[in-house]
């Protein structure tokens, strides 16, 4: 059983950062493939970015691409999303989640994951 924990949500403004934060305790992240989603009122959970283990592959969603990255410690058992020049839209509730994958194939739709944090909100206001 793997268990993630997401931190670094808040409140900021149009074009501020934040560093979101996915880790767990005990059980390693070695060999899961970590996908960010993100969920707004009202709209269906849609991907964000997902980075393979130990970090080859990496995908981005087009809406965040060039302001979002991320990045994965394995030693630390930690996979962060570094989000810059934070629009509006981008105001949702966080998840990470990760799935066990022999190829770390990076999947996108949220049944392919088997383990989900209990979710970090971001609000950017205008």
């Known amino acids: 059983q793997v268990q993630l924990v997401e931190s670094g949500g808040g409140l900021v403004q149009a074009g501020d950062s934040l560093r979101l934060s996915c880790t767990t305790s005990?059980?390693?992240?070695?060999?899961?493939?970590i996908t960010w989603f993100r969920q707004a009122p009202g709209k269906e959970r849609e991907f964000v970015a997902g980075?393979?283990?130990?970090?080859?592959?990496?995908y981005y969603a087009d809406s965040v691409k060039g302001r979002f990255t991320i990045s994965r410690d394995n030693a630390k058992n930690t996979v962060s999303l570094q989000m810059n020049s934070l629009k509006p839209e981008d105001t949702a509730a966080y998840y990470c989640?990760?799935?066990?994958?022999?190829?770390?194939?990076?999947?996108?739709?949220?049944?392919?994951?088997?383990?989900w944090g209990q979710g970090t909100q971001v609000t950017v206001s205008s």
């Open positions: 989640a990760a799935r066990f994958s022999a190829t770390q194939q990076i999947a996108a739709r949220p049944n392919d994951y088997d383990y």
């Open positions: 980075i393979s283990w130990p970090g080859a592959s990496i």
């Open positions: 005990g059980r390693t992240l070695s060999a899961h493939v």
